[in-house]
C-alpha cells in the first residue's frame, strides 16, 4: 500500500488547508481511513476518522466544527478540510489505513506533510 500526502504548507491562523491522500495498492473503498498529527515534542495523535463506505467519521475535540474529513472512493483519495487554523494545528499530517475501528491500529502510513500555522 502507498499513501500519498499532500497539500500542507504554511498559512496564518484562520486560514484554511485542504490535505488529500491518495492511495494505491489495495482495495481502498473497503477500508477505513484517518489523519493523524505529530506536532515537535510531542506524540503522534489522531485527528480525524472515515469509515470504508464515509457514513460514520470521527474527529478529536481539538478540532471538532473546524475540521472535516471525507473520502472519495472511486478515486482514492480521502481529504482533510481544516479551516479556522490555530498554531496548535502545526504538526506533521499523515494518513493512514485504519486496521480497527476505535482502537485505531494503523496498518499502513502514508509520508507527512508538513501544516505550519502562523500567529
Known amino acids: 500500500v502507498q499513501l500519498q500526502a499532500s497539500g500542507g504548507g504554511l498559512v496564518q491562523a484562520g486560514g484554511s488547508l485542504r490535505l488529500s491522500c491518495a492511495a494505491s495498492g489495495r482495495t ?3 477500508v477505513a481511513m484517518a489523519w493523524f498529527r505529530q506536532a515537535p515534542g510531542k506524540e503522534r495523535e489522531l485527528v480525524a476518522a472515515i469509515s ?18 471525507s473520502r472519495d472512493n472511486a478515486k482514492n483519495t480521502v481529504d482533510l478540510q ?38
Do not use: H, Q
Request: proline share 2%; hydrophobic share 35%.
Open 28 to 30: 481502498f473503498s473497503s
Open 52 to 69: 470504508w463506505s464515509g457514513s460514520i467519521t470521527y474527529y478529536t475535540d481539538s478540532v471538532k466544527g473546524r475540521f472535516t474529513i
Open 82 to 119: 481544516m479551516n479556522s487554523l490555530k498554531p496548535e494545528d502545526t504538526a506533521v499530517y499523515y494518513c493512514a489505513v485504519l486496521g480497527n475501528w476505535g482502537a485505531w491500529k494503523v496498518d499502513y502510513w502514508g509520508k507527512g506533510t508538513l501544516v505550519t500555522v502562523s500567529s
